[in-house]
């Protein structure tokens, strides 16, 4: 019965994981080993097959037919762990790799940028978890996180990993396209206006802070962030100041490669987009801007519609998203998108009334539409 339910339920070929080898879960069967149990046929990207316990199979929470699998081996008294969006071996799971068939070059194709360097992109297929490798003859169109249309030219493999090439055509920032978990939301309680200090009492109260005062008390929160290959016990394995420490040396392709290694473990690192972003900032707007975009439309997943709470700089984790909030802003700035770095602005305001970014000393020259200048930086 549990061998039917399940095979009605997966979509098969699935694909799965064991030890944290890619696989692709062929069928579930049952050879009649009740200490066995269900069986798994899986096949791997070399054609070789073999059969598992289903038990030890490794699956994505979105797959179909997962409650299913979580309920068979909740049964045999395993635990199905996992996550959205990722394998559930995590981390140490290789990622499943595009296969022929899963590409008509004759067709555009929509490709997830993950990670990007000086030669090719690091790219999944939209709505897969399948990877390739893309090259063009200029990849400076395109930066992680981006959904890249992609008109293809040629497809093969090399050491066993795919690659394609071909022309990009279009770009778009769609953050809830990309199959992400949003960042958590941790409450920290009630932020009450009366308690921040706003000028001495004789100075008259700044527009931008009087719609905030009157709200009057609002939730609090810190962002969840999301910071690979980083040991919370050391210090020294903050990838974030390594790249920081090789910027500050003169080798800013250096840091460039580290933060694009970390978005390729997971595109959900907002610090990474805005160091990217940072990279680029005094030498183009323009280039920087979809960087912090990025890091902004990812960081918004976890807010949803109308968020009215407060994501305080003093909460250390909300400081990447206001990072990349606060470079987005200064690029529609620079670029004379006047309304845009207004809007930007107000909202940083709304959500970190203490501050501590000096937004309200910039504000008022984006509303005299007074142009950027380096100082400003």
């Known amino acids: 019965a549990l061998q039917e339910a399940l095979s009605g339920a997966l979509e098969l070929p699935a694909d799965v994981h064991v030890v944290g080898e890619p696989v692709s879960l062929v069928s579930v069967e049952y050879d009649g080993n009740t200490r066995r149990g269900l069986v798994g046929h899986v096949r791997r990207s070399d054609g070789g097959e073999y059969r598992v316990a289903l038990v030890d199979v490794q699956m994505r929470a979105k797959a179909a037919g997962f409650l299913h699998f979580a309920a068979y081996c909740k049964w045999l008294g395993a635990e199905a762990t996992g996550s959205e969006g990722t ?17 008509d070059i004759t067709k555009p194709i929509e490709l997830v940028v993950v990670s990007v360097k000086a030669r090719a992109a690091r790219c999944r297929l ?27 030219v040629k497809q093969w493999r090399y050491a066993g990993h795919p690659y ?28 009450d206006p009366s308690e921040e200090y706003w000028g001495e009492e004789d100075e008259p109260m700044a527009d931008w802070a009087k719609p905030i005062i009157a709200r009057g008390p609002r939730p609090l929160f810190e962002m969840e962030q999301v910071l690979p290959g980083s040991d919370p016990e050391s210090y020294d ?31 959900r690192c907002l610090d990474a987009h805005a160091h990217l972003g940072n990279l680029l900032f ?14 902004v439309r990812i960081g918004e997943l976890s807010l949803g519609d109308g968020f009215d709470g407060v994501l305080s700089w003093g909460l250390i984790d909300n400081r990447p998203f206001l ?8 690029c529609l700035w620079r670029l004379d998108r006047w309304r845009e770095a207004e809007s930007v602005f107000e909202r940083i305001l709304w ?10 000393f910039l504000l008022p020259e984006v509303r005299a539409r007074q142009p950027w200048t380096e100082e400003d930086y």
């Not at 090259?135 to 992609?150: C, E, K």
């Open 87 to 103: 394998a559930v071996s995590g981390a140490n799971s290789r990622a499943h790799k595009v296969g022929e068939d899963d590409i």
């Open 126 to 152: 939209l709505a897969s978890e399948r990877v390739i490798t893309f090259r063009a003859r200029s990849l400076h169109r395109i930066v992680a996180g981006q959904i890249a249309t992609v008109k293809p």
């Open 164 to 191: 394609l090439s071909g022309e990009i055509v279009a770009t778009r920032v769609d953050a809830a396209a990309l199959g992400l978990t949003p960042l958590e939301l941790y409450a920290f309680g009630e932020w």
């Open 237 to 267: 394995t903050d990838p974030i100041l390594e790249a920081n420490d090789l910027k500050d040396s003169g080798d800013a392709g250096g840091a460039q490669d580290v933060l694009a290694k970390m978005l390729e473990s997971d595109l």
């Open 282 to 295: 005094s030498s183009s707007a323009a280039w920087a801007l979809p960087h912090y975009e990025v890091g």
């Open 323 to 330: 990072r990349c909030m606060s470079g987005y802003g200064l």
């Open 351 to 360: 959500m970190n009334p203490s501050d501590n970014q000096g937004i309200r």
